[in-house]
Every structure is written in C-alpha cells, then in structure tokens.
C-alpha cells in the first residue's frame, strides 16, 4: 500500500485542532487523527467540526475503547469519524463489537496494543478482524521506565516482528523521533503517524527555513516517495 502521513491532535482545544488541521492538509498530510485528549476536552465535537472542515479527509478518532464497544464506535461513525480504536485489551467481546459497528457503519477499526503482549496481541487484533494494527508504546509506560533510569522502550524495539505476525497494515507509535517515524515505511509499517514532535514539541520540527508548513511538505514528499510498502512482509 501507498504511505500514508497521519497526524495525532494530542492537543485540548478545537480552535488549535482545527488550525493545525489546516496548515497539516495544506502540507500534503493525508489523515487527520482526533487525539485522545482532544476528544476528552471537546468530546465528538470535535469530529464534528474536523468533519465540516475536511469533509473529504479521513478521520481518525483516537478514543482507546475498552468497553461498550458497539455505541462508542457507532457514536464516532455518526460524528464522522472513518478510523476508530479498540484496544486489544479489551475484551474480546468488545472488539467483536467495535467490528461489527464498523461494518455496520462503515468504518476502519484499528487496534491498538498498547500495554499487552505486543506480537500475540497484534495477531489477535488481526484474527478479530480489526483492519489495522496500532503497534504502540504508551506515554506513561516510557516515562516511568524512564525515570527509573532505566532504556526507554520504542515501538521500533519489536516493529519487524510484529509486521511480519500480520498481514493487516500496521502503524507504529509512541516517542519516535521524527526522524524515526518517517523511516518506519523501511520496517514495512506504512502508515507513518506524526504526533508529539509536531503538535507538542513544534519548535524542534521546524527546520532552516522555521516554517512548520515548509518542514511538514518535506516530511510529507519523503513519506509519499517511497512508494508501495508490502504489507505481512511480503514483497
Ligand atoms: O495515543 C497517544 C497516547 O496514548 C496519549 O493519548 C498518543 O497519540 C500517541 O502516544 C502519540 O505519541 P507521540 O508520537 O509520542 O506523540
């Protein structure tokens, strides 16, 4: 499949979301994602008004389900959201549900194995019949190992593996460096999402230049450069 450059919102007001939404379509990014902390302060508004001013642009809405998987992912459907999250520690019940409401109504569901037995879950995301995996090593998860001295994990640590156990597309996530996010195509993850450097931490991802639009169309044509990635590594 064709790499796909996604942003995540991590940010907690709709004015900012929508802005940053605006200047990430203009630079070339493909799907927008409705960070967890912007859905918590704004609730499904805030797909709602990503949806009215990106009506064509894929939506991902980050909202981590874990349970009452039906309504959550039917509520982001009618919100506008095409991209839900189920987690893989949820039940399997859950996911059962969160899939079926995407077929019902017509959206992707990725799931997410976060804080669980990454290459085992993964496959089991795939068997319930999520169409991609979130491959992800959580904030606080990094953090705490962190500040017990102790090596940061990377989602990059087990991407290979987990790639090869599926044959669904899988993102990687979690405290990559811009430069590690954009070379994940390499590993066979196509889908390159940009989260903290970009939303967070913007100062550092300006380049020369120090324009964020500028820096983001450049990231955007690299991504889109590499062309075809096999997805199971298959070639
Ligand atoms: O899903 C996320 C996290 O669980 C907080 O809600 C973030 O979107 C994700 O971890 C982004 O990671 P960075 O790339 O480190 O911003």
Request: proline content about 4%; glycine content about 8%.
């Amino acid at each position: 499949m064709k790499p796909i450059v996604q942003i995540s919102l991590d940010l907690t007001n709709i004015e900012e979301a929508l802005e940053t939404a605006a200047m990430a379509m203009r630079a070339g990014v493909d799907w927008l994602e409705a960070g967890t902390p912007l859905i918590l302060a704004e609730g499904l508004n805030c797909v709602r008004e990503l949806r009215k001013a990106f009506p064509e642009t894929p939506i991902v809405a980050d909202l981590k389900t874990m349970d009452g998987g039906y309504l959550e992912a039917e509520m982001m459907a009618k919100a506008g959201a095409t991209h839900v999250v189920v987690m893989s520690r949820a039940h399997e019940e859950t996911i059962h549900c969160v899939v079926k409401a995407g077929q019902d109504h017509g959206v992707k569901v990725m799931g997410d194995n976060l804080a669980d037995d990454m290459v085992a879950a993964a496959k089991k995301l795939e068997d319930l019949g999520c169409d991609y995996v979130i491959h992800h090593v959580g904030y606080d998860e990094r953090r705490g190992i962190a500040a017990r001295g102790e090596r940061m994990p990377s989602p990059l640590d087990q991407l290979k593996e987990v790639v090869e156990a599926v044959s669904i597309p899988v993102q990687a996530v979690g405290g990559l460096s811009l430069e590690q996010a954009i070379r994940t195509p390499e590993y066979g993850a196509p889908l390159v999402v940009l989260g903290a450097p970009l939303t967070i931490d913007a100062d550092s991802f300006k380049t020369a230049s120090g324009d964020l639009e500028d820096s983001l169309r450049l990231i955007c044509e690299k991504v889109h450069a590499y062309g075809d990635v096999a997805i199971g590594g298959q070639k």
